[in-house]
């Protein structure tokens, strides 16, 4: 009988450890302020968490939001040495034609691709923006080829792209969830380069001084936010994709997503942004569950060459509360029943839930935090006869 319930314990799929007492039923949400705007999606980007949205899934117009594609593009080739900050690109015809918001550059120049991303970010240039296609993808062909490739990758399915830099042309559409997984990428990807969506204002040489104001109006009154991107035409109406990271009390960074779409006029897409914004940081909190490296269990292992297996993951568990709701949080853990050595530092091992009441507010694997290495011979024949009595 022993060796039969010690074999069902073996061939066990997981094994839930301590959980906290559940509430009855998972706290109702905070209700989202009236936004002025045809979509909207506020991501609480630390925690991984939707707080807010609003049609996230309807087709929309992109206008130069289209340019964080760009961007994502150009930064991974300059990671990958294709091309230099300083290198310099040839201005087509092509380029020098665009119309709609410009850098104002033209085919007498040769501009740094430093230059051309400051021209496509802070002044929105069509211009700038079509120079760095051709430069990266060869031809505007070939590049608006990339950018589907990557959207694919990345699981932006509601998005098709027609152009680098968002003018309207039929079938040149995405969704507010996608620009969510696209921005969250962007950051996560290459913060190296982030410090571009923060620049307030610039013109290149010779080009008119008007035209040298970033039109995110949040990094001038709000000094939390560091981009992103703003986008306008007749059809999409005013669209802002704005950041911001704040420093909290036991908490570190929390850094917000808001993406608002179709508004009415450039204060109102920065009007509502900001309110998004604020209320995220207010109506939620965030809690850090565990810290980077931290242990989220030590168990026991058999067959090793050490007797216990710490899991966790390498960056801080963190999520996002109602505000007041911190102290309800619970903690799940699946694993396999028993763990058995070998075991490599970085392995998944089980699952982690963060839970609040019985709602999942974020599942993630965890991973071992050493290596054990299997015993030798007359260890492994010892823990097995252990775990045949056990």
Not at 102 to 115: A, G, L, N, T, Y
Not at 119 to 125: A, H, N, Y
Not at 185 to 199: G, I, N, Q, V
Request: hydrophobic share 45%; with cysteine.
């Amino acid at each position: 009988m022993n060796r039969i319930l010690s074999t069902l314990r073996t061939l066990a799929l997981a094994l839930v450890i301590a959980p906290l007492p559940l509430l009855a039923s998972a706290q109702q949400p905070p209700q989202p302020p009236e936004i002025a705007a045809r979509n909207y999606l506020l991501l609480d980007v630390s925690a991984g968490q939707v707080l807010a949205a609003k049609d996230v899934d309807v087709p929309v117009e992109q206008a130069s939001l289209t340019k964080l594609m760009t961007a994502y593009l150009v930064f991974d080739a300059l990671r990958a040495k294709k091309v230099d900050l300083q290198q310099k690109l040839p201005v087509s015809v092509r380029a020098w034609k665009m119309p709609g918001s410009r850098m104002f550059i033209d085919p007498k120049m040769q501009v740094s691709v430093d230059d051309l991303l400051k021209g496509m970010i802070v002044q929105s240039g069509n211009d700038a923006t079509v120079a760095l296609a051709e430069g990266v993808g060869g031809t505007v062909e070939n590049f608006v080829k990339l950018m589907n490739d990557q959207a694919k990758a990345l699981g932006m399915n509601g998005t098709s792209y027609k152009n680098p830099e968002g003018l309207t042309e039929p079938g040149h559409l995405t969704t507010a969830r996608d620009l969510g997984i696209l921005a969250t990428r962007l950051m996560k990807d290459f913060p190296e380069y982030l410090h571009y969506y923060a620049t307030k204002q610039y013109s290149y040489p010779g080009t008119p001084a008007s035209n040298n104001t970033n039109r995110n109006m949040l990094l001038f009154r709000d000094p939390s936010v560091d981009g992103l991107k703003t986008g306008h035409t007749a059809a999409a109406g005013y669209c802002l994709v704005a950041t911001a990271k704040r420093d909290l009390p036991g908490v570190g960074q929390r850094r917000l997503l808001s993406i608002v779409l179709g508004a009415a006029s450039e204060n109102a897409r920065a009007n509502e942004s900001q309110k998004l914004l604020n209320w995220g940081y207010t109506a939620y909190e965030g809690v850090r569950v565990f810290d980077a490296g931290q242990p989220v269990a030590t168990l026991p292992v058999w067959k090793g060459k050490a007797d216990t297996l710490r899991l966790g993951r390498p960056e801080a568990i963190v999520v996002a509360v109602p505000a007041g709701s911190a102290g309800k949080v619970t903690t799940e853990i699946t694993r396999p029943d028993p763990l058995v050595a070998p075991f490599t530092k970085g392995q998944t091992v089980g699952q982690l839930k963060v839970k609040l009441g019985d709602q999942v507010l974020v599942e993630t694997p965890i991973l071992a935090l050493d290596t054990v290495e299997q015993a030798g011979l007359l260890g492994r024949a010892w823990d097995a006869i252990r775990l045949w009595i056990k």
